[in-house]
């Protein structure tokens, strides 16, 4: 497999749940043949299994981190760049060291930029090295916690700057008092907490009525190529759903 022009990084927008104002925006890989967009966890999955997922890694971070250091420039809003890592790269001795030169070569301060890991990394003693060193240098990390069991999330939540839950979530839970207590109980600790896949007006209004204080998703936008992102980022003023 080879880094070419069938890969593109596209940008999905992060919005405050109350306001709809943009807060930051999430790098995603998109895979383009022929002008149609092909399964990314496929080429993913196939990345991985070719031991290909850390080159691919490091060009979507390396890509997204100049698109983030142009838009700063250009547009002069306080945002945040989130990038996905696969456990593999996080592991590697020189990540931090790559991040590092990465952000010092773009001028992107270490502080605009969120790692969103699996929860499951948690139980490699590499990444949890990794993640020592990085947050020393300022970099914060989101937890997804899609893959993890809802009695385990508020000991793994505490100690990083946000954490991801899926909408779907949201809805089978809302009656359960433990669930919410747990939510509420990491939001007093300042943890962030970030709706994913909010795709109807309904699911937007129990991120409110919840405490999420940010969401993603197809309510707001699909992820999007740079040039239509950057003319979405310039006209944000109302919000339709996709």
Known sequence: MSIDTSLEVAFQPILETNS???VGFEALLRVISENEMLPTQQYLHSAASSNDIEQLDRWVIEESINTFSEWAENY????YLNINLSEATLARADFPGFLQYTLLQH???SENVNLEIDARYLANPDCLANISVLVELG???TLNLAHMDESAIADKGYGF???KIPASWLSDNS????????LRAMSERGIQLIATNV???GALQQCSDLGISSFQGYFSAKPLPKADFECWFLNQTEITEN
């Open 20 to 22: 709809l104002n943009l």
């Open 175 to 182: 009656n359960n008092q433990h669930w919410l207590e747990t």
């Open 161 to 163: 700057s946000s954490c």
């Open 139 to 141: 970099i914060r990390f």
């Open 76 to 79: 002069h809003q306080p945002l």
């Open 199 to 201: 795709e109807t007006s």
């Open 107 to 109: 001028i992107v301060y």
